[in-house]
Protein backbone atom coordinates (compact mmCIF):
# COMPACT_ATOMS: atom_id res chain seq x y z
CA UNK A 1 0.00 0.00 0.00
CA UNK A 2 1.28 3.67 -0.81
CA UNK A 3 2.44 5.44 1.94
CA UNK A 4 0.63 8.45 2.56
CA UNK A 5 2.40 11.90 0.35
CA UNK A 6 3.96 14.30 3.33
CA UNK A 7 5.89 17.52 1.84
CA UNK A 8 7.30 20.62 3.18
CA UNK A 9 5.75 23.52 2.02
CA UNK A 10 8.98 25.16 1.42
CA UNK A 11 9.73 22.13 -0.72
CA UNK A 12 6.57 22.92 -2.60
CA UNK A 13 7.58 26.87 -3.22
CA UNK A 14 10.89 26.59 -4.37
CA UNK A 15 9.45 24.31 -7.40
CA UNK A 16 7.32 26.95 -8.63
CA UNK A 17 8.55 29.29 -11.50
CA UNK A 18 10.02 32.54 -10.66
CA UNK A 19 7.24 34.34 -13.41
CA UNK A 20 4.50 33.19 -10.78
CA UNK A 21 6.31 35.39 -8.00
CA UNK A 22 5.40 33.50 -4.99
CA UNK A 23 5.79 35.60 -1.62
CA UNK A 24 4.43 34.85 1.61
CA UNK A 25 2.68 37.36 2.92
CA UNK A 26 0.85 36.39 5.91
CA UNK A 27 2.79 33.59 8.02
CA UNK A 28 0.47 32.57 11.41
CA UNK A 29 1.21 28.98 11.24
CA UNK A 30 4.71 27.06 10.84
CA UNK A 31 5.30 28.86 7.76
CA UNK A 32 7.48 27.09 5.09
CA UNK A 33 8.59 25.03 7.85
CA UNK A 34 5.65 23.41 8.04
CA UNK A 35 4.12 20.15 6.63
CA UNK A 36 1.65 19.57 3.79
CA UNK A 37 -0.51 16.49 4.03
CA UNK A 38 -2.42 17.19 0.46
CA UNK A 39 -3.42 20.33 -1.82
CA UNK A 40 -7.00 20.95 -3.07
CA UNK A 41 -9.01 23.97 -5.18
CA UNK A 42 -12.14 22.53 -3.64
CA UNK A 43 -12.78 24.29 -0.27
CA UNK A 44 -15.35 21.20 0.49
CA UNK A 45 -11.75 18.87 -0.15
CA UNK A 46 -10.19 21.24 2.64
CA UNK A 47 -8.88 20.27 5.86
CA UNK A 48 -5.55 20.62 8.61
CA UNK A 49 -2.71 19.58 7.28
CA UNK A 50 -3.67 20.81 3.53
CA UNK A 51 -3.16 23.40 1.40
CA UNK A 52 -5.89 25.26 -0.58
CA UNK A 53 -5.03 27.45 -3.34
CA UNK A 54 -7.79 29.57 -5.20
CA UNK A 55 -8.90 29.09 -8.40
CA UNK A 56 -10.50 31.98 -10.48
CA UNK A 57 -12.65 29.86 -12.87
CA UNK A 58 -15.15 30.52 -15.25
CA UNK A 59 -17.98 29.67 -12.94
CA UNK A 60 -16.95 30.95 -9.65
CA UNK A 61 -13.76 31.64 -7.84
CA UNK A 62 -11.99 30.09 -5.48
CA UNK A 63 -11.26 33.27 -3.59
CA UNK A 64 -15.13 33.37 -2.54
CA UNK A 65 -14.52 30.19 -0.23
CA UNK A 66 -11.33 31.35 1.38
CA UNK A 67 -13.62 31.26 5.20
CA UNK A 68 -15.45 27.80 4.21
CA UNK A 69 -11.56 26.22 3.86
CA UNK A 70 -10.62 27.95 7.17
CA UNK A 71 -13.22 27.28 8.92
CA UNK A 72 -12.16 23.60 8.06
CA UNK A 73 -8.97 23.57 9.36
CA UNK A 74 -6.52 24.38 5.95
CA UNK A 75 -3.17 25.28 6.99
CA UNK A 76 -1.94 27.33 3.66
CA UNK A 77 -3.55 29.50 1.19
CA UNK A 78 -2.57 30.35 -2.11
CA UNK A 79 -3.79 32.86 -3.38
CA UNK A 80 -3.90 36.07 -6.01
CA UNK A 81 -5.71 38.40 -4.50
CA UNK A 82 -4.33 39.00 -0.40
CA UNK A 83 -7.19 38.12 2.14
CA UNK A 84 -5.60 39.93 4.95
CA UNK A 85 -4.04 37.81 7.65
CA UNK A 86 -5.75 34.52 8.63
CA UNK A 87 -5.91 32.67 12.06
CA UNK A 88 -3.72 30.15 11.72
CA UNK A 89 -3.23 30.13 8.12
CA UNK A 90 -0.16 30.81 6.18
CA UNK A 91 -1.12 32.61 2.76
CA UNK A 92 1.15 32.97 -0.35
CA UNK A 93 0.32 35.10 -3.68
CA UNK A 94 1.08 34.21 -6.96
CA UNK A 95 0.38 35.91 -9.82
CA UNK A 96 -1.78 32.80 -11.47
CA UNK A 97 -2.99 30.32 -9.03
CA UNK A 98 -4.28 28.05 -12.03
CA UNK A 99 -0.73 27.54 -13.08
CA UNK A 100 0.42 27.67 -9.35
CA UNK A 101 -1.59 24.58 -8.89
CA UNK A 102 -0.17 22.06 -11.45
CA UNK A 103 3.33 23.30 -10.43
CA UNK A 104 2.56 22.47 -6.73
CA UNK A 105 0.50 19.40 -7.79
CA UNK A 106 3.35 17.94 -9.56
CA UNK A 107 5.89 19.01 -7.18
CA UNK A 108 3.61 17.38 -4.05
CA UNK A 109 4.13 13.66 -5.92
CA UNK A 110 7.26 14.17 -7.32
CA UNK A 111 6.86 15.10 -10.91
CA UNK A 112 6.48 12.01 -12.05
CA UNK A 113 6.36 12.82 -15.50
CA UNK A 114 9.75 12.79 -15.36
CA UNK A 115 9.99 9.16 -15.39
CA UNK A 116 7.49 8.76 -18.26
CA UNK A 117 7.67 8.73 -21.99
CA UNK A 118 4.35 11.21 -22.35
CA UNK A 119 2.85 10.93 -25.79
CA UNK A 120 0.35 14.71 -25.90
CA UNK A 121 -2.73 14.18 -27.90
CA UNK A 122 -4.62 17.59 -29.23
CA UNK A 123 -6.87 18.34 -31.69
CA UNK A 124 -10.97 18.74 -32.30
CA UNK A 125 -11.80 15.24 -33.14
CA UNK A 126 -9.74 12.42 -33.30
CA UNK A 127 -8.25 12.25 -30.10
CA UNK A 128 -9.57 9.05 -28.85
CA UNK A 129 -9.25 6.72 -31.51
CA UNK A 130 -5.55 7.96 -31.87
CA UNK A 131 -4.50 7.74 -28.52
CA UNK A 132 -6.13 3.96 -28.85
CA UNK A 133 -3.68 3.74 -31.87
CA UNK A 134 -0.82 4.68 -29.94
CA UNK A 135 -1.45 2.63 -26.94
CA UNK A 136 -1.74 -0.63 -29.04
CA UNK A 137 1.57 0.05 -30.77
CA UNK A 138 3.09 0.81 -27.63
CA UNK A 139 2.14 -2.89 -26.18
CA UNK A 140 2.68 -4.42 -28.71
CA UNK A 141 6.24 -3.21 -28.71
CA UNK A 142 6.34 -4.66 -25.24
CA UNK A 143 5.51 -1.16 -23.38
CA UNK A 144 3.88 -0.81 -20.37
CA UNK A 145 1.31 1.68 -21.17
CA UNK A 146 -1.16 4.07 -19.52
CA UNK A 147 -3.95 6.47 -21.09
CA UNK A 148 -5.92 9.79 -20.14
CA UNK A 149 -8.53 10.11 -22.36
CA UNK A 150 -12.40 10.91 -22.57
CA UNK A 151 -13.30 7.44 -22.60
CA UNK A 152 -11.80 6.59 -19.27
CA UNK A 153 -8.08 6.64 -17.19
CA UNK A 154 -6.00 2.99 -17.29
CA UNK A 155 -3.39 1.23 -16.98
CA UNK A 156 -1.90 -2.07 -15.61
CA UNK A 157 -0.14 -2.66 -12.51
CA UNK A 158 2.93 -4.63 -11.82
CA UNK A 159 1.03 -7.67 -11.79
CA UNK A 160 -1.16 -7.26 -14.56
CA UNK A 161 -4.32 -6.56 -13.30
CA UNK A 162 -5.70 -3.82 -15.79
CA UNK A 163 -6.45 -0.47 -13.71
CA UNK A 164 -9.39 1.53 -14.86
CA UNK A 165 -10.87 5.01 -13.32
CA UNK A 166 -13.82 6.76 -14.96
CA UNK A 167 -13.07 10.00 -16.73
CA UNK A 168 -15.35 12.90 -15.70
CA UNK A 169 -13.19 14.95 -17.75
CA UNK A 170 -10.99 14.50 -20.66
CA UNK A 171 -8.17 15.44 -18.99
CA UNK A 172 -8.33 15.69 -15.38
CA UNK A 173 -7.47 18.48 -12.36
CA UNK A 174 -4.03 18.66 -11.78
CA UNK A 175 -4.30 16.96 -8.71
CA UNK A 176 -5.78 14.04 -10.06
CA UNK A 177 -3.93 14.23 -12.89
CA UNK A 178 -0.25 14.37 -10.74
CA UNK A 179 -1.68 11.30 -8.55
CA UNK A 180 -2.56 9.36 -11.48
CA UNK A 181 0.92 9.64 -12.96
CA UNK A 182 2.59 9.10 -9.66
CA UNK A 183 0.48 5.72 -9.83
CA UNK A 184 1.10 4.68 -12.81
CA UNK A 185 4.85 4.98 -12.10
CA UNK A 186 4.82 2.71 -8.93
CA UNK A 187 3.37 0.51 -10.86
CA UNK A 188 5.69 0.40 -13.72
CA UNK A 189 4.11 2.21 -16.55
CA UNK A 190 6.66 3.90 -19.12
CA UNK A 191 4.79 5.61 -21.58
CA UNK A 192 1.35 7.43 -20.84
CA UNK A 193 -0.81 8.60 -23.78
CA UNK A 194 -3.15 11.59 -23.08
CA UNK A 195 -5.37 13.60 -24.46
CA UNK A 196 -5.62 16.92 -23.87
CA UNK A 197 -8.40 18.44 -24.17
CA UNK A 198 -8.58 22.55 -25.41
CA UNK A 199 -10.43 23.54 -21.96
CA UNK A 200 -7.16 22.05 -20.13
CA UNK A 201 -4.96 23.42 -21.62
CA UNK A 202 -6.34 26.98 -21.22
CA UNK A 203 -6.94 26.49 -17.66
CA UNK A 204 -3.61 25.65 -16.59
CA UNK A 205 -4.21 21.90 -15.98
CA UNK A 206 -1.13 20.57 -17.38
CA UNK A 207 1.26 23.34 -15.78
CA UNK A 208 4.01 21.46 -14.56
CA UNK A 209 4.21 18.89 -17.49
CA UNK A 210 6.22 18.54 -20.55
CA UNK A 211 5.93 16.06 -23.09
CA UNK A 212 7.88 14.02 -25.07
CA UNK A 213 5.72 13.62 -28.57
CA UNK A 214 2.44 16.23 -28.90
CA UNK A 215 0.24 15.23 -31.68
CA UNK A 216 -1.95 18.27 -33.10
CA UNK A 217 -5.12 16.10 -34.96
CA UNK A 218 -7.10 18.62 -36.29
CA UNK A 219 -8.89 22.45 -36.00
CA UNK A 220 -12.54 22.62 -36.52
CA UNK A 221 -15.38 25.24 -35.13
CA UNK A 222 -16.07 23.44 -31.72
CA UNK A 223 -15.75 25.34 -28.45
CA UNK A 224 -15.70 28.87 -29.65
CA UNK A 225 -18.39 29.59 -26.52
CA UNK A 226 -15.22 28.79 -24.10
CA UNK A 227 -12.60 30.23 -26.72
CA UNK A 228 -14.50 33.05 -28.23
CA UNK A 229 -12.84 32.52 -31.10
CA UNK A 230 -10.79 30.63 -33.76
CA UNK A 231 -7.79 32.65 -33.18
CA UNK A 232 -8.04 31.75 -29.25
CA UNK A 233 -9.22 28.34 -29.79
CA UNK A 234 -5.51 27.43 -32.06
CA UNK A 235 -3.84 29.30 -29.40
CA UNK A 236 -5.05 26.94 -26.24
CA UNK A 237 -4.66 23.84 -28.62
CA UNK A 238 -0.94 25.34 -29.36
CA UNK A 239 -0.31 25.46 -25.74
CA UNK A 240 1.37 22.17 -25.71
CA UNK A 241 3.48 22.34 -28.48
CA UNK A 242 6.50 24.14 -27.17
CA UNK A 243 6.95 21.91 -24.56
CA UNK A 244 8.20 19.18 -26.68
CA UNK A 245 11.58 21.58 -27.49
CA UNK A 246 11.62 21.99 -23.73
CA UNK A 247 12.30 18.40 -23.17
CA UNK A 248 13.52 15.99 -25.81
CA UNK A 249 12.53 18.10 -29.55
CA UNK A 250 10.53 15.04 -30.70
CA UNK A 251 8.55 16.35 -33.77
CA UNK A 252 4.69 17.33 -33.80
CA UNK A 253 2.41 15.97 -36.23
CA UNK A 254 -0.88 18.22 -37.50
CA UNK A 255 -3.72 16.94 -40.84
CA UNK A 256 -4.64 20.55 -40.36
CA UNK A 257 -2.93 23.29 -42.98
CA UNK A 258 -4.11 26.19 -40.83
CA UNK A 259 -1.65 25.08 -38.08
CA UNK A 260 0.97 25.08 -40.83
CA UNK A 261 -0.06 29.07 -41.56
CA UNK A 262 1.07 29.93 -38.11
Known amino acids: ?16 PVELAAEILHDDYDGAAGK ?15 LFV ?50 LSAAFYDFPAQLLTLV ?34 RYQDGSGREVIEPAPLTTPGPVQLQRLLRQMVDQ ?16 GRLAGLLFDVALFTNLSRDHLDFHG ?10 CSLPAISRKRGRPWLSQ ?3 VWRQ
Open 188 to 203: GVTHVVMETSSHALEL
Open 54 to 103: AIKGALADGHDFISQAVAQGICWLVVENDPGPLPGVTVVKVNNTAEALGW
Open 229 to 238: SMEGYFFAKS
Open 120 to 153: GLTGTNGKTTVSWMIEQMLISAGYQVGVIGTVNY
Open 256 to 258: SPA
Open 36 to 50: CTGITCDSREAGPGR
Open 1 to 16: MTSPVVKGLDELLECL
